[in-house]
């Protein structure tokens, strides 16, 4: 299974980026999907993620910013990030847990990390 990321790049503070995730490759379902971060000198940590059952959870740090979005039939995930401050500065990385038969037991996949730069 491969995710592609895509999207990031810098911003001014107040500004808007969105980024997306594309899963391919031997994937019977996806039963969730999520957006991390790591900023310089910090630990992953959780930005948010949406099950394929339609539920959608966000860090504290990013609720009524960030939105996450999927398109099920592409298996893509959306994020959409606006009133961006500084200390959102970090490398994006967006998983997927996903079972590529009906009777595997699923696995965690990583994408590469897209950087988004937020500063004046």
């Known amino acids: 299974v491969q995710l592609q990321a895509s999207g990031g790049g810098s911003v001014q503070p107040g500004g808007s980026l969105s980024l997306s995730c594309a899963a391919s490759?031997?994937?019977?379902?996806?039963?969730?999907m999520g957006w991390y971060r790591q900023a310089p000198g910090k630990e992953r940590e959780l930005v948010g993620y949406?099950?394929?059952?339609?539920?959608?959870n966000y860090a504290d740090s990013v609720k009524g910013r960030f939105t996450i979005s999927r398109d099920s039939a592409n298996n893509t995930l959306y994020l959409q990030m606006n009133s961006l401050k500084p200390e959102d500065t970090a490398v994006y990385y967006c998983?997927?847990?996903?079972?590529?038969?009906?009777?595997?037991?699923?696995?965690?996949?990583w994408g590469q990390g897209t950087l988004v730069t937020v500063s004046s």
């Open positions: 949406s099950t394929f059952g339609s539920s959608t």
């Open positions: 490759g031997s994937i019977f379902s996806i039963s969730a």
């Open positions: 998983n997927a847990l996903t079972t590529a038969t009906a009777s595997a037991a699923p696995n965690v996949y």
